[in-house]
């Protein structure tokens, strides 16, 4: 008599979910923070400092290279994350919005978008990578 097998993986397919999505979360938020960490400008360094990121993992906010430049600041940190498939980065810098898109007297030198732009083509290859699991 031939044995039967089962071929049902579905249960080793939706414990494995979880965990990997908050892997992708993760991994995309750290590689937005840095990529608008690369591309910010380093005048003195406090601007591009002070992008952190948030993750049910924890926070890098305040992780600053010295101490602000003249009267600038840090802003308050953003909320805090409890689920694991929540992630986001932000910059701590009073004056970050008016370096990005300029002024009437100073051009933008931008930042953010392209950082947030490629983290979406990121996350949506990742996501792609979940269809194997399927298979």
């Known amino acids: 008599m031939i044995g039967v097998t089962s071929f049902n993986k579905w249960p080793e397919i939706a414990a494995k979910f979880p965990v990997e999505l908050h892997k992708v979360v993760v991994q995309v938020t750290e590689f937005v923070g840095k990529t608008a960490y690369d591309a910010c400008p380093k005048d003195t360094g406090f601007l591009a400092s002070s992008i952190y990121t948030v993750t049910s993992e924890g926070s890098t906010y305040g992780q600053t290279n010295g101490p602000a430049?003249?009267?600038?600041?840090?802003?308050?940190?953003?909320?805090?994350?409890?689920?694991?498939f929540t992630g986001y980065v932000g910059v701590a810098a009073n004056y970050a919005a008016w370096v990005n898109y300029g002024t009437r007297f100073q051009a933008a030198q931008v930042f953010?978008?392209?950082?947030?732009?490629?983290?979406?083509?990121?996350?949506e290859a990742t996501l792609s990578v979940?269809?194997?699991f399927l298979k």
Request: proline fraction near 16%; avoid cysteine; aromatic fraction near 12%.
């Open 130 to 132: 979940f269809e194997s």
């Open 69 to 84: 430049p003249g009267d600038s600041y840090l802003l308050p940190e953003g909320p805090e994350v409890s689920d694991p």
């Open 112 to 123: 953010w978008e392209p950082a947030l732009d490629e983290g979406r083509l990121r996350f």
